[in-house]
């Protein structure tokens, strides 16, 4: 069986404040690959971010960062210097090598002025 | 660009009544989805398309049919509406056959059941 929690239903912060999204999943496969969307008002989804199993090194692409932890299953996502156009709900993902891909339930984050 | 392009945007029926939802991108991608979204469930695989040809089933596929006409195009059909079906619905593609590449989504369509 395959899970991924966000136990974060709402985040609200001010911007300019740093934010992390927590992710959690559970496979029994070795090999997976993770992923990060982005959902803003809008309604489309956005692909943020994709990392395999085997690769551990953390990732940071501007004010976006990803803290891949195989040791506690964990893909957190932090927004360093949040903006207002952060604003969305976020969503973590998991796809076992053998499985369909899985998405949490998604983190509204909202980012006040 | 247009990547994926879903229509209707909108659509209220009443229960029993049928429709299909369709779904085409331009990216020459060979996997297609639909998933719903509902509030705190995140998104459910209804059905997918591995490559031009093939259909299965995903995690909620009671009340739904697809049709994958070509590379192209996925349609998503609903033959009987209830209002369990109220939902938006996302299709995607993604150039993997097994999954492991990104999904690029349409714009969603809003259902309402009544």
């Known amino acids: 069986a395959q899970k991924v929690t966000q136990a974060q239903t709402e985040i609200s912060v001010v911007e300019k404040e740093d934010v992390t999204l927590d992710c959690v999943y559970e496979?029994?496969?070795?090999?997976?690959?993770l992923f990060w969307y982005k959902q803003p008002p809008s309604g489309e989804l956005v692909f943020l971010i994709r990392?395999?199993?085997?690769?551990?090194q953390n990732e940071i692409s501007g004010r976006y960062s990803w803290n891949f932890q195989k040791s506690t299953s964990s893909f957190n996502f932090t927004i360093t210097a949040s903006q207002v156009v952060d604003s969305a709900v976020y969503f973590c993902?998991?796809?076992?090598?053998?499985?369909?891909?899985?998405f949490g339930e998604g983190t509204q984050l909202t980012v006040n002025p | 660009n247009a990547g994926v392009t879903q229509t209707p945007k909108f659509q209220v029926l009443k229960t029993g009544q049928s429709m299909t939802l369709q779904c085409a991108q331009d990216?020459?991608?060979?996997?297609m989805y639909w998933y719903r979204q509902d509030p705190g469930m995140g998104l459910r695989l209804i059905y997918y398309?591995?490559?031009?040809?093939?259909?299965d089933k995903g995690e909620v596929p009671n009340g739904y049919n697809v049709s994958r006409l070509n590379k192209r195009e996925f349609s998503l059909r609903l033959e009987s509406a209830a209002p369990s079906q109220t939902s938006v619905y996302f299709c995607?593609?993604?150039?993997?056959?097994?999954?492991?590449?990104?999904?690029?989504f349409g714009n969603g369509t809003r259902l309402t059941v009544t």
């Open positions: 993902a998991l796809k076992p090598s053998g499985s369909r891909l899985t």
């Open positions: 990392r395999n199993s085997f690769d551990e």
């Open positions: 496979t029994r496969d070795t090999t997976y690959y």
């Open positions: 990216m020459n991608h060979n996997s």
């Open positions: 995607a593609s993604s150039e993997s056959r097994v999954g492991l590449t990104p999904l690029h």
């Open positions: 398309s591995a490559s031009e040809g093939t259909t």
